[in-house]
């Protein structure tokens, strides 16, 4: 009897220091022959932005699902759902034509994502400024037949710029229906990026029903200074053309990849990020890397002959960006299927370095999750405080999911974040095999003890 | 009585929420009006590179002065300090001459600092492979005549890129003396980094007394591996050029500004980087930005008319990399004087994501700083608990001042690293004024509360 209790008070300290031991080997496997570096290169570089209902999209999908098969998954298969089809179309012109001081000119733009276009014969109107909606509000009528460019700021002095970015994107998710309840006749935003820079930032924006549709642009940070400070000077006329349409939704896909569990099959541990992208750039940081970390976490199973017990799956879901209408679908088809998710990861916030995982679940789920925090530090992830999971994963909260998010730093990824530069190489190996292996190492715990 | 029993339980409490407050203006002021990304901007692209000895070293010592004579800062001087004054001369040539599969190769190459140059006849002869110097001790006699081709890397696995750095440099450091020992001609190393790429790293050596000096070269990572390969396959001789010279030592100085302290000016609070860089690149990360975090540190006390109890110091070092005169003499003079330093903060490694501060002191000083760690967690900053300072500030020990090291992450300062990749644009505007800010924290701490 002694014996026994003995060896069941041991048995935490054995299980730790068995885990500690794993987690090491995942790490050192995915910093020394580690493939997502590589895998993500091929994504970037050879198939690049992949936006939904795109050729590319359709690529990302065979691509990620042969990659997986590559690597001896049990199982992988496309999951069907439709999504929209939007087309930007001709490049996009945002064009000072009354500037006394500087003529003509031409700032750097790009549509917001799911904006209507304004067709061949383009909006030729007076600028009007505004620091957010408030001010439309306030202004109401005053907008009419003009312009709207809102030219609100993400604040610096925020430390997580993910915060910041809540402050500042309503202006591009809401702007335009907010100005035309007034009868604004478009919008242009300044760009949702804590950069002074000349690269505009598409993103998504959502119409309210029942107001008038009007196109919308995003330009520059330096343009929207250049812009405001013109507007202290002088009148201004803007002619805005740009040609993007929403066609017809298109069939796509969620790429879903498995390690059957040996002992636990029916409990299922999902990690991923989004396969779609914004039509500029490489979908680099947002969200290849995510992608690309989730087959690696599964990958590293396998390198390793960990034989899961609960089944892992790498999730590659489709149309984050505008409608996350993968997302949805998957939880809609688990609930059908009867799956049992006990949690889910993703990651959607860049390939930079792990600084921790956020969660969102029950206050017993989180705290199971807080207290692995010990495995993590030797990683350098520390911040297992935060609440949130991820876009993606978002609709499985409701199925009593634990939601799980990898946080890497914050510092530079709106930087990128939509725009032409986020690419390739605007990525780290390290930090990218880093989170990779995190992704993993969780997945390894949650694999091993379940949920609580 | 009891009013002043509770005043005084109460006193901690509130001196924590006024320091907390007047950090958060510390930040604040650093990233919405700091000047540290264009001081560097000018450090970097205006004066470039700037060895010991050079004139752009010498245009280094007058920018910063006239810089922090622009800020206001209460005195501004120079300190004298003689610097060795060593020359690359015209560029060095690595050249495979004999292989079987390539013909005549021509490698990526930099002479390492402080080495001697092969002058115009330059030395040809054929190369052994070794992994570190205990091989090298192994062999003995048998490199007698030959081209000592270390091949240690950089351990991967290791996530501190610091402790696999230091696992690696000794092939660097005493590679040339340890291979001379036993009558090799030359060396060539593999760059000290974790990235396998096309960038040659220089660095320092160090000649032991009575050994033969030989010259010594780096070549990138991505020509070990192919150099190491041909060794697989044939015997192999290698032509090295290099036309390095240590010259006659150089008058220099050391640049010193401070704002002096109104109650313990005889308390005196050192921070800084060294001025010097290797004659590659820009110096950016290694240690441009050092430098103009410590001068940034100073100035915000001087923006937010914080007036500092103690004396506060801004220090450029000169010479760290090839000889660390500055330092030395620093700390020479500072007895000379009897000066009372009661901390040196060093920042020198990289203007990247400040995420902790290292100690080296008393156990009681380095206590002190770890409790302090409440004030930097709302800015990301969570590691306290590391051992260490900084190269410069390190004779300062000796006098029993307290270091203290900025701990930014690790992960892309080898990529980096003594290169001419280390420009401007591979520093990011945030992260470094996050570590300017946290230098300004914590030198504010410092001056409130003082050492116990």
Redesign the interface.
Known sequence: MKKILLLSLLAPILAFSQHEEQIKEI??EA??KGRAYEDLRVLCKEIGSRLSGSPEAAAAVEYTKQLMESYGFDTVYLQPVMVPHWVRGKKEIVRAINSDKHGIIDFNALALGNSVGTGPEGVLSEVIEVSGIDEVNELGKKVEGKIVFYNGEMD??I???FGAYGGAVVQRSSGASEAAKYGAKAIIIRSVT??QDDIPHTGSLRYKALINQIPAVAISTNDANKLSQILKEQKLNVYIETHCQQLPDVLSYNVIGELRGSEFPDEIVAVGGHLDSWDVGEGAHDDGSGCIQAIEALRLFKALGIQPKRTLRAVMWMNEENGLRGGTEYARVAKQKGEKHIAALESDSGGF?P?GFSTSGSEEQRAQIRAWRDYFL???L??FDQNGGGADIGPLRSHGTLLIGLRP?T??YF?YHHTPADVFEAV????LE?GAASMSAMMYLLDREGLK
Chains 1, 2 share one sequence.
């Open positions: 790490y050192n910093l020394t610096p002095t430390i997580n710029t804590n950069r370095q600084l030797p990683y350098r520390w911040d730093s510092q530079k930087i780290d190996r390290r930090e880093l």
